[in-house]
């Protein structure tokens, strides 16, 4: 019999560096020791539990793709600890594969710079890698 359930496994090292490769992004522990959270010119897009076991981030995500996203895949579901319509948990060691994990860290990361201020919008335009 094979098994046709694929397990992937994005770690939080690899979950740190993408987060980080990002434009303007800060990583700070507001929460505790064992919350990370990456921020966008102050601004949250991602965080996740250093010993969550397995590995999950919360990904803000558009409220109706979030319905979609928790309906099609069983390692989404709603933000635990967040506002659940903006916000979902993402199992990283699952079945999602990396490509769609990177897709949702993107769409996560362009809602909070879509939703900046001008003023800050601005900070990060002048920001060079």
Not at 123 to 128: A, E, H, V, W
């Given at each position: 019999m094979s098994d046709t359930y694929c397990r992937y496994q994005m770690n939080i090292e690899t979950f740190t560096e993408y987060c980080l490769s990002k434009k303007g992004v800060s990583e700070s522990f507001p929460f505790g020791g064992d919350t990370l959270v990456f921020k966008v010119v102050g601004k949250m897009f991602a965080l996740t539990g250093l010993e969550t076991i397995p590995a999950a981030a919360n990904l803000k995500c558009d409220p109706e793709w979030a319905i979609t996203l928790r309906e099609s895949y069983e390692d989404v579901q709603p933000g635990y600890h967040m506002n659940k319509a903006h916000w979902n948990t993402v199992q990283l060691?699952?079945?999602?594969e990396d490509s769609l994990i990177k897709k949702l860290i993107d769409h996560s990361y362009d809602l909070v710079v879509q939703s900046l201020p001008k003023k800050d919008k601005l900070?990060?335009?002048?920001?060079?890698?």
């Open positions: 060691e699952g079945s999602l900070l990060l335009d002048n920001i060079t890698e």
